[in-house]
């Protein structure tokens, strides 16, 4: 009995032994958060509308969710890499969505612009 | 040139074997390569703000790249890298896209407004043109009703000419035309063909009413009773039509219009065995052919 509380008791200090080698990094809770969110914030922003923004916006999902399984098994340094690289493919994921939009704004307005002059000039 | 390119591949062989294989890692040669290109396009002066932060996080990676190599972070913060500078690339798109919408905006605007002035000025022209038709139908309208006031008057002139024609002399219609029928007694003295001065007030009015009422043509027919040689009496009473026929000429009856015959005792309309009878025969006819 008494051998095996010394042996929990081992392999705690063990486990706290092996928690401080590994830098003993917080949880990047706060990063994932915001990078799920920008994540929805290009979803919103219509980021599965345009090719690119899709691969960039599929990239943040893999690496959100590599980053949680990497935090499962207490790796929050490697995790909280890959966050921020989550983070910047959603927020590129965004920004492509953006310009796409916009470009497609102007295209319209080219056309109707053209359509209108066509009109007018019969 | 070619001999410094040397020179800076070699330098950077050199680092290279002095740092111990520190070649970049791919994440930062696209990093690089990324900036570049963004600060070589439109991000410079459309997104200058995310160029700025594609350069510093640039910036973190190459320091991280002297200090750690390519061990992390390097590799994480060149993929950040390499996302920053696309997002100002990204970005500058995003704006001169939208310039260009607001620019073809704005045109289309200016042509909507064009093109309603236009729609504006041809449906005043349309109707100015209306007004116009409007105006020239009025005016064919007042034309046909002066015309119609102007056959009026003719018709009423006409018939007032043939009223007083009717106080002078004898007027009847035959298959012929018109006939007024002049007693030679009033006209010549006997034997004579030189009108006598009554004669020329009642021609005159005769003139007056041909004038007035129009004609087609005129013939003048001298007649006379069968007293005396027959060819004499033809030689007088075309004289004496003659001389009615230039009479009326004097009086505006064209001369092309007129003409004068002699017909002596051959169409006598009364009995020449009587006074009364031969003073009938002894006339002037004036046969007016109406205007159709």
Request: glycine content about 6%.
């Amino acid at each position: 009995m008494v051998r095996k509380l010394a042996l929990q008791t081992l392999w705690v200090g063990l486990v706290t032994v092996s928690l401080a080698a590994c830098g003993g990094a917080a949880v990047p809770q706060e990063t994932l958060t915001a990078a799920q969110a920008s994540v929805k914030g290009a979803e919103v922003g219509g980021a599965n509308e345009d090719p690119k923004a899709q691969l960039h916006l599929k990239l943040a999902n893999e690496q959100i969710d590599k980053a949680k399984k990497l935090i499962e098994d207490g790796k929050n340094e490697e995790a909280a890499r890959l966050v921020d690289r989550a983070q910047a493919d959603a927020d590129l994921a965004l920004a492509l969505a953006q310009q796409s939009k916009a470009m497609k704004d102007a295209k319209d307005a080219d056309e109707q612009l053209g359509k209108l002059k066509k009109k007018l000039n019969q | 040139m070619s001999r410094a390119m040397t020179s800076l591949s070699l330098l950077a062989l050199l680092g290279v074997v002095a740092c111990g294989a520190t070649l970049p890692p791919q994440e930062l040669v696209d990093a690089r390569k990324a900036y570049d290109r963004a600060s070589k396009g439109l991000s410079a002066q459309l997104a200058p703000a995310q160029l700025d932060t594609a350069k510093q996080a640039l910036d973190k990676a190459e320091k991280s790249f002297e200090d750690e190599g390519v061990d992390p972070p390097t590799p994480d913060l060149a993929y950040i890298a390499e996302r920053k500078a696309m997002i100002a690339e990204a970005t500058a798109g995003k704006v001169a896209a939208e310039r260009d919408a607001e620019k073809a905006d704005k045109m289309f605007k200016d042509a909507q407004i064009d093109g309603l002035d236009r729609t504006k000025a041809e449906l005043n022209k349309e109707r100015q043109a209306g007004e116009k038709t409007k105006a020239e139908l009025e005016n064919e309208k007042k034309a046909l009703s002066a015309e119609k006031v102007a056959r009026a008057e003719a018709e009423r002139k006409a018939a007032a000419a043939l009223a007083s024609l009717n106080e002078i002399a004898k007027v009847k219609e035959e298959a012929r035309g018109m006939v007024i029928t002049l007693s030679g007694a009033v006209l010549f003295a006997t034997g004579k063909y030189e009108l006598l001065p009554i004669a020329r007030d009642k021609l005159d009015e005769v003139a007056k009413a041909l004038v007035d009422q129009g004609y087609k043509s005129i013939l003048v027919e001298g007649h006379t009773d069968s007293k005396g040689k027959a060819s004499d009496n033809d030689t007088l009473s075309l004289k004496r039509a003659e001389s009615v026929r230039t009479y009326l000429v004097s009086r505006g009856i064209p001369s092309d219009k007129i003409r004068a015959s002699g017909l002596g005792s051959s169409r006598s309309i009364a009995d020449n065995s009587t006074p009364d009878g031969r003073a009938n025969n002894r006339r002037v006819e004036i046969v007016v052919e109406p205007l159709k």
